[in-house]
């Protein structure tokens, strides 16, 4: 491109944000000219028993094992059930509405293309950035914790007794995790070459995981004691806010579901399939994390639980169950495997959508003839992915995850309100938007009184009741158009799910870290810097030359 070009494009930016920044597509439109972009399409081989089995897989191997030991040693203690509840919850309600977006946009796009359809091409791109950088961030994460329980099985109790540590690099990134990279570069392969066979075995890996489930839960329990719940400092020893506190942490074990949602290109009946496999595998796991934090909290007083390969330590501490350990490494390892297979399966499809919608270079859009897989995506974040799981410490990553997430999954939640009582071109999006606006107000209200020392317990009950409040008068005043034929799954009790989803993520928002806001804030002006500079000018000159084309195409039919 000339510099005069650039330039002009340049003084043109803030024209064009005008008309890019809001512009809709519709789902038609998103399911096919959009779709077409990739060349190829994706092939629909997959049944709903894959889907719960991607969904089950994708979450299980994560946040268990990542997260609960070092929630239940410093955040919540034995308290950690409640906060697997509360997220658990939240992200029930979050998959309801991401059923329903995946049945009435059934493409790769997840969160990313359900934005876009509703509020517009900046706010889809902002959130599908930000869940890209969670999916690359936490698969990164659970890549260095594969290689802490596969170096449990065999014995070894040294964290980085299977890393390479260099001196001269900033503490934190010095130690070179090669088993995670390797780990990483196989799966990597796997997925370019087929979507189905990796199903079938993330399916078996699954298996053995449910089992390897059962037999943690039944050995912790049978051989672990109550008295453990409450010793040394009782239940909750970090109090009600120490649970919600690690209700947002462990909310980071939630993410495959997401996954789940990206996969709609692929299912043979999306309607049928969707619905089941999303919100299906949401419960099913949601109750197997709160039976083996259970386990984990039986078999050792909060205090005395490993910050790495917690279960594998548990099992080693107790007299006559250390050959447990080497099975939980195992176990461990394999689950973890599965939940990469799927996350990293999820990733690439976001990135080939928002490419479809030329944010990011085309040729990340496209999709293989004969493997029907995205793999130069496939690609691109297996490479971002081995190098941050090569150097970066995993307690770094997890201060960035979940609040990309969590603001994701507040937007998708205000999108399916926003979808379902606003018909475009028939009522106004006024009422609609002052609704959503005043009860992100008042959730924000509660939560922000939670952290007054103290509590403010009345302002909270006061806050709390406005938001029932306002959604009542909603949901009384409000008339629904739900799109689509009525054979398509629907959220019942609309607008209830979607408002508590939204309560609950803005909630979980503010129990993070002020670290986690500093680095959010700084990958969010990257976000929009690279929108600016690139993305809306990409976009313009596209429909620009469809325009001129389609004309050019018509005055020649005109001729001849």
């Not at 007794?161 to 990483?184: F, K, S």
């Not at 080497?326 to 990469?340: D, K």
Request: proline content about 4%; glycine content about 8%; hydrophobic content about 50%.
């Amino acid at each position: 491109m000339a510099l005069r070009d650039v330039l002009l494009s340049i003084a043109q930016t803030p024209h064009r944000l005008r008309q890019r920044a809001l512009v809709t597509w519709t789902p038609a439109q998103e399911m096919n000219e959009v779709r077409d972009r990739s060349g190829a399409r994706m092939k629909r081989r997959l049944e709903w028993y894959d889907l719960v089995a991607l969904g089950v897989g994708g979450m299980l191997g994560a946040g268990v094992f990542v997260t609960t030991g070092r929630v239940a040693r410093d955040t919540a203690g034995p308290a950690v059930l409640a906060s697997y509840v509360i997220a658990g919850v939240s992200a029930l309600l979050s998959s309801f509405c991401y059923a329903e977006f995946s049945v009435r946009v059934p493409v790769a796009g997840g969160a990313f293309s359900y934005l876009r359809v509703t509020f517009g091409e900046f706010v889809g791109f902002f959130g599908g950035a930000n869940i890209l950088m969670e999916y690359v961030l936490s698969n990164a994460a659970v890549a260095r914790s594969f290689t802490d329980y596969l170096a449990s099985t065999f014995g070894v109790r040294e964290p980085n007794a299977w890393r390479i540590v260099v001196d001269g690099i900033p503490e934190g990134y010095n130690a070179l995790d090669v088993p995670a990279v390797v780990l990483v570069v196989l799966i990597t392969v796997c997925l370019c070459y087929s979507t189905k066979e990796s199903s079938m075995l993330n399916m078996v890996l699954t298996v053995f995981h449910l089992l390897f489930f059962a037999f943690i839960i039944v050995a912790g329990l049978w051989n672990g004691s109550a008295r453990n719940l409450v010793r040394p400092h009782g239940l909750a020893p970090y109090g009600v806010r120490g649970v919600v506190d690690g209700a947002a942490i462990v909310y980071f074990s939630y993410i495959g579901y997401d996954s789940a949602s990206t996969m709609a290109e692929e299912i043979r009946d999306p309607a049928r399939a969707l619905p089941v496999g999303i919100a299906g595998s949401v419960l099913v796991v949601s109750a197997l994390y709160c039976l083996m934090s259970v386990a984990l909290c039986v078999m050792l007083p909060y205090n005395e639980i490993s910050e790495t390969a917690p279960f594998s330590s548990a099992f080693r501490e107790k007299a006559g169950w250390r050959w447990a350990s080497s099975v939980v490494g195992a176990g461990a390892s394999l689950g973890i495997v599965a939940s990469l297979l799927v996350a990293m399966l999820g990733q690439a499809r976001y990135l080939c959508v928002i490419a479809r919608a030329r944010l990011v270079p085309s040729w990340l859009a496209k999709v293989h003839p004969s493997t029907g897989t995205p793999m130069n995506a496939t690609i691109f974040l297996g490479f971002c992915t081995a190098t941050l799981a090569l150097f970066t410490e995993l307690q770094i990553v997890f201060e960035m995850i979940s609040i990309g997430t969590l603001l994701v999954f507040y937007l998708v939640a205000n999108a399916l309100i926003y979808h379902r009582y606003v018909k475009v071109g028939v009522n106004r999006p006024l009422h609609v938007l002052l609704f959503l606006l005043l009860l992100t107000l008042s959730s924000l209200g509660f939560s922000l009184l939670r952290k007054i020392d103290g509590w403010c317990k009345w302002g909270m009950a006061l806050f709390g009741l406005i938001s029932i409040a306002i959604t009542t008068i909603f949901h009384c005043t409000a008339r629904q158009d739900v799109a689509g034929p009525p054979s398509e799954w629907s959220v019942p009790l609309m607008p209830w799910p979607a408002a508590a989803s939204v309560f609950l993520n803005v909630f979980l928002i503010t129990t993070l870290k002020m670290r986690s806001y500093q680095r959010f804030g700084i990958w969010s002006l990257v976000i929009i810097v690279f929108y600016v500079c690139y993305g809306v000018h990409s976009t313009y000159s596209a429909e620009e030359n469809e325009v001129v084309n389609a004309m050019i195409h018509h005055s020649n039919l005109d001729i001849s």
